[in-house]
C-alpha cells in the first residue's frame, strides 16, 4: 500500500474500556508463545522490562493505533522487521507524535506491530480486546471486579512471578508460582519496591541527615583538656565525651601517645590510661603534682569523681611517697583530687 494514502487516526481502535466476561478457553500453544518470546528478543525487548513498565489505558490505546497503523503501511512494516527498530524520525514526522514518547514506548508498539502482523501469532493476538472506538461506546457490558486482580495469558514464568499479557494490552508481571505458559490466569502485580520508592527515599535522605549530624558532632570540639607533668599533653573533646585528638612537642610525650589506647575512649577511660602510662614512663614530676586545666564547656561531675576515685586508689598504698596530687582547673573550677 503505498505510505502517502495513510492517514494517521489517534483512536480508530480501543482496548475495550469494560472489563468483559471471557470464556473459558483453550490454552494457547506453549510453542507459539515462545516463537513470539524469541521474536520480541530479536527487537531487543525484555518482557521483564516492559511489565515493569506501569501504562495508562489511554496511551496503551494510542500505541495500539500507532502499531496498527505501522501494520497497514506495507513499506514501514518491511522496514521494521529489516533493521529490527522503529524508525522513529520518520513515525513522528507521519504520525505527529513526539519522538520521545515513541523511544520511550518502543517496546510495546513493537510487540503489538509483531502480533498483529504474524500469523503465527494469531490466537496470541486474538486474546487482546481490540474494537473500533465507534463501536466500544455502544458496549453496555460490565463486569465489577477487584481492580488489582489481573488476568492473562502467561508469557513467561519466573521462580515467584510470572509475565502475562492482559486483554487490554498490559504486560504484567504477576506474584504467581508454578504456571504453564498459555495458561489464562489471574493474579496481582509482584510490586518489587517501587511503591515504596517515596519511602525508602525518604528515609534514606533521613539516615544521611542524621549521619552527617553525627558526623558533624563527632568531629566538632567541645573541650580541651591539657596535662601536665614532665611534659605537657593536649587533648580535645567532642559532644559525645570522646577524645580525639592528641598532641605532644616532647618525646616522652609522643611516646605516651603511642603507647596509650586513648583515641576515642571516653575522657575517664582514656585519662586512666594516660595516668597508668605516665608512671610507667617516669613522667609524674618530683613534686608529684598533675595539673589538668580543661578550656571550653567543663567535664562533667561524674568524669571528675572518676578522675579522684583514681587517684585515691593510686594513693591507698600507704606509701606517702608514692601519693600523687590533680589539681584540675574545670573551665575555671579549681579541685585537688588526692
Same mark, same amino acid.
Given at each position: 500500500?503505498?505510505?502517502?494514502?495513510?492517514?494517521?487516526?489517534?483512536?480508530?481502535?480501543?482496548?475495550?474500556?469494560?472489563?468483559?466476561?471471557?470464556?473459558?478457553?483453550?490454552?494457547?500453544?506453549?510453542?507459539?508463545?515462545?516463537?513470539?518470546?524469541?521474536?520480541?528478543?530479536?527487537?531487543?525487548?525484555?518482557?521483564?522490562?516492559?511489565?515493569?513498565?506501569?501504562?495508562?489505558?489511554?496511551?496503551?490505546?494510542?500505541?495500539?493505533?500507532?502499531?496498527?497503523?505501522?501494520?497497514?503501511?506495507?513499506?514501514?512494516?518491511?522496514?521494521?522487521?529489516?533493521?529490527?527498530?522503529?524508525?522513529?524520525?520518520?513515525?513522528?514526522?507521519?504520525?505527529?507524535?513526539?519522538?520521545?514518547?515513541?523511544?520511550?514506548?518502543?517496546?510495546?508498539?513493537?510487540?503489538?506491530?509483531?502480533?498483529?502482523?504474524?500469523?503465527? %501469532? !494469531? &490466537? $496470541?493476538?486474538? #486474546?487482546?480486546? =481490540?474494537?473500533?472506538?465507534?463501536?466500544? *461506546?455502544?458496549?453496555?457490558?460490565? /463486569? %465489577? !471486579? &477487584? $481492580?488489582?486482580? #489481573?488476568?492473562? =495469558?502467561?508469557?513467561?514464568?519466573?521462580? *515467584?512471578?510470572?509475565?502475562?499479557? /492482559?486483554?487490554?494490552?498490559?504486560?504484567?508481571?504477576?506474584?504467581?508460582?508454578?504456571?504453564?505458559?498459555?495458561?489464562?490466569?489471574?493474579?496481582?502485580?509482584?510490586?518489587?519496591?517501587?511503591?515504596?520508592?517515596?519511602?525508602?527515599?525518604?528515609?534514606?535522605?533521613?539516615?544521611?541527615?542524621?549521619?552527617?549530624?553525627?558526623?558533624?558532632?563527632?568531629?566538632?570540639?567541645?573541650?580541651?583538656?591539657?596535662?601536665?607533668?614532665?611534659?605537657?599533653?593536649?587533648?580535645?573533646?567532642?559532644?559525645?565525651?570522646?577524645?580525639?585528638?592528641?598532641?605532644?612537642?616532647?618525646?616522652?610525650?609522643?611516646?605516651?601517645?603511642?603507647?596509650?589506647?586513648?583515641?576515642?575512649?571516653?575522657?575517664?577511660?582514656?585519662?586512666?590510661?594516660?595516668?597508668?602510662?605516665?608512671?610507667?614512663?617516669?613522667?609524674?614530676?618530683?613534686?608529684?603534682?598533675?595539673?589538668?586545666?580543661?578550656?571550653?564547656?567543663?567535664?562533667?561531675?561524674?568524669?571528675?569523681?572518676?578522675?579522684?576515685?583514681?587517684?585515691?586508689?593510686?594513693?591507698?598504698?600507704?606509701?606517702?611517697?608514692?601519693?600523687?596530687?590533680?589539681?584540675?582547673?574545670?573551665?575555671?573550677?579549681?579541685?585537688?583530687?588526692?
Amino acid at each position: 500500500m503505498d505510505t502517502q494514502s495513510i492517514d494517521f487516526m489517534r483512536d480508530k481502535y480501543i482496548f475495550s474500556k469494560e472489563r468483559h466476561i471471557r470464556k473459558v478457553r483453550k490454552n494457547i500453544s506453549k510453542e507459539r508463545i515462545r516463537l513470539f518470546i524469541n521474536e520480541l528478543k530479536k527487537y531487543k525487548i525484555s518482557l521483564l522490562k516492559l511489565s515493569r513498565k506501569e501504562i495508562s489505558q489511554r496511551d496503551r490505546n494510542l500505541l495500539l493505533n500507532i502499531a496498527l497503523y505501522i501494520y497497514e503501511d506495507d513499506r514501514m512494516l518491511k522496514l521494521i522487521r529489516k533493521n529490527k527498530t522503529l524508525p522513529f524520525n520518520k513515525l513522528s514526522k507521519q504520525t505527529n507524535i513526539n519522538m520521545d514518547f515513541l523511544i520511550k514506548w518502543r517496546g510495546y508498539i513493537l510487540a503489538y506491530v509483531i502480533l498483529a502482523s504474524d500469523n503465527k %501469532y !494469531v &490466537d $496470541i493476538y486474538d #486474546y487482546l480486546d =481490540v474494537n473500533f472506538k465507534e463501536l466500544e *461506546n455502544n458496549n453496555t457490558r460490565r /463486569t %465489577y !471486579v &477487584d $481492580i488489582d486482580i #489481573y488476568r492473562g =495469558v502467561v508469557l513467561e514464568v519466573y521462580k *515467584n512471578s510470572a509475565v502475562i499479557l /492482559t486483554s487490554s494490552g498490559e504486560f504484567i508481571n504477576i506474584n504467581k508460582r508454578n504456571e504453564i505458559i498459555g495458561a489464562d490466569i489471574c493474579g496481582r502485580r509482584k510490586l518489587g519496591l517501587k511503591p515504596y520508592k517515596k519511602l525508602i527515599i525518604c528515609i534514606s535522605l533521613l539516615c544521611f541527615i542524621v549521619g552527617a549530624l553525627g558526623f558533624y558532632s563527632y568531629g566538632r570540639e567541645r573541650s580541651t583538656i591539657v596535662i601536665q607533668g614532665t611534659s605537657r599533653i593536649k587533648f580535645t573533646v567532642n559532644s559525645f565525651n570522646r577524645i580525639t585528638y592528641g598532641y605532644s612537642a616532647t618525646e616522652k610525650g609522643k611516646l605516651l601517645l603511642n603507647e596509650a589506647k586513648w583515641k576515642n575512649k571516653s575522657v575517664t577511660s582514656a585519662l586512666d590510661d594516660i595516668f597508668s602510662f605516665m608512671s610507667e614512663l617516669d613522667m609524674i614530676p618530683n613534686n608529684r603534682k598533675i595539673e589538668i586545666i580543661v578550656t571550653g564547656e567543663s567535664l562533667k561531675e561524674s568524669n571528675i569523681d572518676n578522675i579522684s576515685e583514681y587517684v585515691s586508689c593510686i594513693n591507698s598504698d600507704g606509701d606517702l611517697s608514692n601519693d600523687i596530687r590533680v589539681i584540675i582547673n574545670n573551665s575555671g573550677n579549681e579541685k585537688i583530687l588526692k
